[in-house]
């Protein structure tokens, strides 16, 4: 190719236009001609004066181009001799298709174990226009002008220098925290004891990186909370299924049990919404002393009680030196804000802001100081009070729909407390789970199966072969949700007629068969 049709192709802009070009774009089409063996090795170049007037540019930006190719070493100059192609160069830096991999991709264990069974799709793109999906909150009901005004003020404070943060999070931040969990959970720690976490998700990975090894076994609920699970066993640790029943994890069944951790939402379960009561919650603290182990209190929506007392937590019924506590505002303000903290025993502090560092160095500072604003100016627990109005009204329009709509043909658990409620439609058989999903969502309305918590549905206490459902308020007006309910009802009344068996797969093709992590 000649000099003047290569350069230009290497300028989409150009059309076929000759025009001045620069030092830099003949340096990379010089580049790309010799990696693509073009000029071979030891073969000559133009002279930077032929080039030059080749492509109407200056003989300087052709000698600044060569100048470069020779301090990379694709050429060697000598003074008065055209440019040659450095002969070093087949042996050291091999063509474009023989630098390509030609192997299978070599992932570490860690790898392996996340490609056999990737992590639950958070994010769905073109999500139906009312979707029950549990875990978004209505955008409407973020304080946007508060938070606007506490992110101005914390970028506002002039640092006084531009350097990493404790790994341990913004001071201020554990120091409103520390406030906040005595007031909202007569949870009392030291100021050490706090670690801020990129959302709750981070700190089950510490909990995870810290406390498992391939070996170890955990034990988890059944049905759990699905990334909760996954994160542990992604160590290549083995989980204990613990059945769940209307009062949280059976504890009586961790008899014998050895594992290393145990991870518990004794506040309101998920998903079967149960509150563990403290004949349970003193059998866990037993079984965690005996066995050396670790319980970790996932307290991810403690602010929701509609009809029932605020539970306190696991962490008050100990010394602090077996539960690891762990909180969110994921529920309260936004999930995107990606902040949570943890409270680790004193002897673990060190350890986890270690982790903590070489993970991501620290959380980002102003929105750590903009939520330590919130929280010290009394706006947080405000904005608190309003979202649980604003979700108690949803959940009571939810009820209302579904009792409405479907009567006993429904049992509805978990509803005392959350963002969600567990909807069993006793007269569906499970098998039809998934064309119910599918039809709903042809519809525009997205439905849950429950079915991908369980590790075994079969042996769930009760209801093992009915269609189950999570359902999700906390996004949408009440206007959605009656129309919601009404369109599912429309569906399930379609069912009537009988499916055939299928395979139990929940319509995003993860089916109910047990999670591989
Ligand atoms: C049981 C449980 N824990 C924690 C969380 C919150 O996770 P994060 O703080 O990582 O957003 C959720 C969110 O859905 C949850 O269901």
Known sequence: MAMIEMVQSQDPGSEGRVHAMGARQIYMALRDQILGGVYETGSHLPSSRSLASELGVSRTTVTVAYDQLAVEGFIEVRQGARPRVASSLLEDSPSSARLKRAGPVRLSAYGGRLRASPPWPDYLPNAPKIDFRYGDLAPSDFPALIWKRAMNAAMAQRPVRLAYDDPRGSRRLRQALQSYLWRARTLSCDLEQIIIVSGSQQGLDLCARLMLDPVDRFVIEDPCYRMARQV???????????????????????????????????????????????????????????????????????????????VPPLHKLEDCSSVIYLGTISKTLSPMLRIGYLVVPPELQDVFAAAKQLLDRHSPVAEQEALAMLIESGAYESHVRRVRRLNGERRE?????????????????????????????????????????????????????????????????????????????????????????????????QMKGGFPETNGDDGLGRGDDKPGL
């Open 232 to 310: 542990f066993a992604s160590t290549g640790a083995s989980p204990v299924s613990v059945v769940v029943d209307q009062d949280g994890m059976k504890t009586d069944l961790l008899k014998g049990v050895e594992a290393r951790l145990a991870y518990v939402t004794p506040s309101h379960q998920f998903p079967l919404g149960g509150v563990m009561p403290i004949s349970r919650r003193h059998q866990l603290l037993e079984w965690a002393r005996r066995n050396d182990a670790y319980v970790i209190e996932d307290d991810y929506d403690s602010e929701y009680r509609y009809d029932i007392n605020p």
């Open 397 to 493: 329009s939810l009820l209302s729909a579904l009792r409405h709509r479907f009567g006993d043909r429904i049992a509805i658990e978990g509803a005392d407390a959350g963002l969600h409620v567990v909807v069993w439609f006793k007269e569906l058989p499970r098998s039809l789970e998934a064309p119910l999903i599918e039809k709903a969502r042809h519809s525009g309305v997205g439905i849950h199966s429950i079915s991908p918590l369980y590790d075994r549905r079969e042996t769930g206490e009760g209801r093992a072969d009915q269609v189950g459902l999570v359902m999700g308020y906390s996004a949408l007006s009440i206007q959605q949700i009656e129309k919601g309910v009404r369109i599912l009802l429309e569906a399930v009344e």
